[in-house]
């Protein structure tokens, strides 16, 4: 199975900044990278396919993905409050899919 | 808008079974990746099956043999079939169109317990 590594596991940041999420595949796999936003309580929101793809229309340009082969990012510029959040990673490229631990951003 | 709700959870004894109800709308199950998706308690999201467009299904190495995904087209639900339940798959179970789960419902809570 591919392993999908996140870092870091947890992160605390203000208002207004600049955080990278890193995602890091056991084997390549190709750009078959989403990224995945998830609020307390709620289901996740899918924010990027395809590794740089914003999901929707409705999905905040603030964010961005990037990436291929082994090592991903997502970036997220000017944090709002509602950005705080868990964060993952899935692969789609080779059954079975699997997803990353997880990255909780936290307010600082 | 594509809508997904998921039902049937509950409370249910080791080794017994459930069935999970995934009825979609402004979206078409036939013919389209769909996939559950869940979540322990506390814990990450753990990827469960995914079903392509022709209806063939692969499972995680934690379900396969126990769980089973089947759909009704005529009423645009996807299943998921739960047998020889563990404390361990005690989770929220969520349903996602496509591979990459570009949509999901809200879940529904599995409780596996005596």
């Known amino acids: 199975d591919i392993q999908m590594t996140q870092s870091p596991s947890s992160l605390s940041a203000s208002v207004g900044d600049r955080v990278t999420i890193t995602c890091r595949a056991s084997q390549g796999i190709s750009n078959y990278l989403a990224w995945f936003q998830q609020r307390p309580g709620k289901a996740p929101k899918s924010l990027i396919f395809a590794a740089s793809y914003l999901q929707h229309s409705g999905v905040p340009s603030n964010f961005s993905g990037s990436g291929s082969g082994t090592d991903f990012t997502l970036t997220i510029n000017s944090l709002q409050p509602e950005d705080f959040a868990t964060y993952y990673c899935q692969q789609y490229k080779t059954y079975p899919y699997t997803f990353g631990q997880g990255t909780k951003l936290e307010i600082k | ?114």
């Open chain 2, 1 to 114: 808008e594509v809508q997904l709700v998921e039902t049937g959870g509950g409370l249910i004894q080791p080794g017994g079974s459930l069935r999970l109800a995934c009825a979609a709308s402004g979206f078409t199950v036939r013919g389209n990746y769909m996939s559950w998706v869940r979540q322990a308690p506390g814990k990450g999201l753990e990827w469960v099956s995914v079903t392509n467009g022709g209806g063939t299904t692969y499972y995680a190495d934690s379900v396969q043999g126990r769980f089973t995904v089947s759909r009704d087209n005529s009423k645009n639900t996807l299943y998921l079939q739960m047998n020889n339940l563990r404390a361990e798959d005690t989770a929220i179970y969520y349903c996602a169109t496509s591979s990459y789960l570009d949509n999901w419902g809200q879940g529904t809570l599995v409780t596996v317990s005596s």
